[in-house]
């Protein structure tokens, strides 16, 4: 009876379905609080400004030319409404064929080219990740509009969609003066420690959610708004504040780190809306990033391959599962801690180093799933094919990162 319960248990634990409900029940007090405060500023923009939200606002982003796709497909995007009156794209390493391609969009889009040298000297390096300036040219770019525009200014990270609801954030930032939804994980997660106690953040908000970093505004002629916006920059250009040392990816995340500090420790502006959906806001909706690679062991060589994928492939690449369309494990059991959901809707791509694994892999039934191998053993291949016959699809990895990248593009090509 033990067994069959312990059975029972772990089975709900490890059901997407379960997990899916756990998730909604948790987020769900949050949707009617966000409906209240929409409902709220709707009647407090009546009563205090005769209209339900401040059509004087302009859109603000930034690419370099690594993330130009998205770019394009943000402008795209923001194109179809006409509540959006201007589009302000800032040059952060555009080429010039970029310029011209820019240059075919609505006249709705200025570009304006960033100057680095005007600011820290930190914010134009890239660090071994590729990622520019720990993102501090962003509160740069985001207080400069707000300085030149006076108005409201509300900052699209490229990889960013939005829908109808949109007019949703303008009538909450019209009331509230300021909007940033609820992001993944906890402060204490995403703020490296140095940073916390440096800014003096108390340990009783340490537990909170982060806000989303891509997608912010800021009203000029609120003053709490217009505070924080100064904070932000002025924090963000201290490079011991959003780039400490022996700080990463994984436990801190830069600007969005600094914001959400700073909006918890001075509680200026009440509850802030947290669920984007309800808001028209996608974030991270890069086109190209389709691979999702996958490790849940230990190896040492493997890790640092998965490291240096990342590193020299973001843009074809995402960290996110749900966003990807081929999953490459890089050893074969690591399809045990993956969702089913996504074996069954995501092309397989399934490392194998030699024979016994491959015949471990064949008495399961993720052999039919798996759509193409990857292997470093090329004498792998002949022997599953003397042992099984042919129709089994290996690829060689090669040592040169730019004909792995080149392979693994073509491989994705013909898979999709």
Excluded at 163 to 181: A, D, E, H, Q, Y
Excluded at 350 to 379: A, G
Excluded at 400 to 414: G, P, S
């Amino acid at each position: 009876m033990k067994k069959l319960t312990a059975m029972i248990i772990n089975k709900l634990r490890n059901s997407q379905k379960v997990i899916k409900l756990i998730q909604l029940i948790k987020i769900s007090p949050f949707y009617f609080a966000d409906l209240f405060i929409l409902i709220y500023s709707i009647i407090y923009n009546l009563v205090c400004f005769q209209k339900i939200y401040d059509k004087n606002f302009v859109i603000v982003t930034g690419s370099d030319k690594h993330f130009v796709e998205t770019l394009f497909q943000l402008l795209e995007n923001l194109d179809k409404f006409n509540f959006i009156k201007k589009i302000y794209v800032y040059d952060l390493g555009l080429e010039e064929e970029d310029h011209n391609n820019l240059s075919k969009f609505s006249n709705k889009v200025e570009i304006i080219k960033f100057n680095f040298s005007e600011h820290e000297e930190f914010i134009s390096k890239r660090d071994s990740h590729g990622t520019l300036g720990a993102y501090a040219w962003k509160p740069n770019i985001v207080w400069e509009e707000l300085k030149k525009n006076k108005n409201k200014v509300i900052w699209l990270d490229s990889a960013n969609l939005i829908n109808r609801r949109f007019i949703f954030v303008l009538i909450v930032l019209t009331c509230k003066g300021f909007f940033s939804p609820m992001s993944a994980k906890k402060i204490k997660d995403l703020t490296f420690n140095s940073t916390i106690e440096a800014m003096g953040l108390p340990k009783k908000y340490l537990n909170k959610r982060n806000l989303t970093g891509g997608f912010v505004g800021f009203d000029w002629n609120n003053s709490k708004s217009r505070q924080l916006a100064k904070m932000w920059v002025d924090n963000s250009n201290i490079e011991e504040l959003i780039l400490p040392k022996k700080s990463h990816k994984h436990n801190h995340r830069w600007d969005q780190s600094i914001l959400t500090v700073l909006v918890y420790k001075f509680k200026q502006f009440g509850y802030l809306p947290k669920i984007k959906s309800i808001f028209g806001i996608k974030v991270n909706q890069n086109p190209n990033q389709d691979f999702f690679l996958y490790y849940s062991g230990s190896n040492k060589d493997i890790l640092n391959f998965y490291n240096e994928w990342y590193k020299m492939n973001k843009i074809i690449s995402t960290k996110t599962i749900k966003y990807c369309r081929i999953i490459w494990l890089l050893s074969w059991d690591s399809y045990k801690k993956i969702p089913r959901k996504y074996l069954k809707s995501r092309k397989i791509i399934c490392q194998v180093e030699n024979l016994d694994e491959f015949n471990q892999i064949h008495s399961t039934d993720m052999l039919k799933r798996v759509n193409k191998f990857t292997t470093n053993n090329k004498f792998l291949a002949d022997e599953v094919n003397e042992k099984y016959g042919q129709g089994f699809d290996f690829y060689i990895i090669d040592n040169d990162v730019n004909k792995l990248r080149a392979e693994m593009i073509k491989i994705k090509n013909y898979l999709i």
